[in-house]
């Protein structure tokens, strides 16, 4: 059994999806589980909807909505023939949810809606491919994750619940393989117990495969993206970026930590947990070896960087010259649960503690608003954060070239500063 995970970028054209059904036509014979994502950048269009449902701003989500539809239907009668007539009336039943509820005022938390709204880009592309494919005779049976995938309700970023995942996976999905090689499936969703959907975080569908992977107890799982190989830097930002022939699980899920936007973090551990190899390749380019990450540690990595822009720098301060104790930092981390914000890098001092962020322009405010109340709070915007592992004196050097370095946080692996230009 191999696990394949396609995400929005090799879905996002008629060309892109035969692409798909060409590659899984090299594996005659094999059973696989594919998982998609949504085509292209649906799930950022989706989010629009959403956001402007929440602003009461009924025409315009129905607007953005209506764009998304006639996309879709575009595409499948692109693609299809004998399916069209029954994915099509697939599809319209997934907008129904969708259009029913923005008629709806909002009552409930803005998360609740995200979920409902945003999960049926992946419904919308699987129910496409998979007729798809089923004309060009691979056949495969389309499955609902949301009746497998069983999670608690902490919408947009739900957790899922381990054991009724596994009992409903030995029940519906193995027994699926008996009669078929292919089941396709959606990545990123989920249902909790009372059928509400839910979504893993956004990229989650990596994660969605590692788990399959993880509870099918299977031999491999492919990551079909648009580059190469996993690169050593994000090639937009380091043209001479290269490609990594192995790396280790544990290097992946620093490098994931740290914020390479490799592979979805959650993605490593259920493979780990299994021994699972886990191989990054090309779609456009199938026969390129692309990347292996395994339990094995790799000779010769290069060294990796992350350099993530538009970051925060918030400095807190208690107000009466108290050292910053264990109340202050749960106060504080109860406001970053609550706000959903994940520090990037944080350091303590004697009465100061200082937060590195990622800069969400509505949440730095609401945060600001909320640690005033007990600190004396600044704030640094417009700065970078650099990550380097395995690195070397020079590249340092020439990475912080006419930079200032406003913090530092070093193990003997991984060297982090945090920078404004000169
Ligand atoms: N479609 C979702 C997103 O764009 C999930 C994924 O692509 O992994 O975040
Ligand atoms: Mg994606």
């Known amino acids: 059994m ?36 949504a085509m292209g950048k649906t799930t950022n269009a989706l989010e629009k909807v959403v956001e402007a449902f929440y602003n009461r701003d009924r025409e315009k989500a129905s607007q953005l909505l209506q764009k998304i539809k006639y996309q879709h239907a575009g595409t499948a009668k692109d693609l299809l023939s004998v399916h069209y007539i029954s994915c099509e009336a697939k599809l319209i ?48 049976h389309w499955i609902d994750v949301r009746e497998i995938f069983c999670t608690d309700n902490n919408f947009r970023d739900a957790r899922i619940d ?13 027994p699926l393989f008996r009669n078929t090689d292919i089941v396709l499936t959606q ?16 990229e989650g569908s990596d994660y969605t495969a590692a788990v399959f992977a993880n509870m099918l107890d299977a031999k491999q799982v492919f990551i079909w993206k648009d580059v190469e190989a996993v690169m050593n830097a994000d ?16 290097e992946v899920i620093e490098m ?41 540690i790799p000779e010769n990595l290069p060294p990796i960087i992350v350099l993530k822009e538009n970051q925060v720098m918030l400095c807190l301060e208690t107000k009466d010259f108290s050292f910053i104790g264990e109340h202050h930092l749960i106060g504080l981390y109860k406001i970053f649960e ?51 592992r395995h690195y070397k004196k020079e590249l340092f050097e020439k990475l912080t070239e006419r930079k200032n370095i406003l913090l530092r946080q070093q193990t003997p692996v991984t060297l982090q500063v945090l920078m404004e230009d000169q």
């Not at 290269?242 to 280790?248: H, S």
């Open 2 to 37: 191999k696990v394949f995970k396609f995400g929005g970028a090799s879905v996002n054209s008629i060309e892109r999806i035969q692409n798909l059904a060409s590659i899984l036509k090299e594996f005659p014979g094999e059973k696989i589980m594919v998982v998609i994502s």
């Open 187 to 202: 990545g990123f969703i989920g249902a909790t117990k009372e059928n509400e959907s839910t979504t893993l975080g956004r």
């Open 93 to 140: 039943e997934f907008f129904a949810k969708a259009e029913s509820l923005i008629n709806e005022k909002p009552v409930r938390h803005h998360d609740y809606y995200y979920d409902q709204v945003v999960c049926i880009g992946e419904l919308l592309s699987t129910s496409i491919i998979s007729a798809y494919l089923e004309e060009t005779g691979i056949h495969n």
């Open 162 to 174: 381990w054991h009724t995942t596994q009992m409903m996976i030995r029940k519906k999905v193995t």
């Open 256 to 296: 994931a930590y740290y914020g390479a936007q490799v592979i979805h973090p959650k993605t490593i551990k259920p493979l780990q947990n299994k021994n699972i190899p886990l191989s990054v390749k090309c779609f456009l380019q199938p026969s390129l070896a692309g990347t292996v990450i395994q339990d094995h």
């Open 338 to 388: 609550k706000l959903k914000i994940k520090p990037n890098l944080t350091q303590n001092a004697a009465i100061s503690f200082t937060a590195v962020l990622d800069d969400h322009p509505g949440k730095i405010e609401l945060l600001v608003k909320e640690t005033s109340a007990h600190f004396g709070v600044s704030i640094t915007k417009g700065l970078s954060l650099l990550t380097l």
């Open 235 to 250: 090639p937009k930002q380091f043209p001479d970026a290269e490609p990594i022939a192995e790396l280790n699980y544990n």
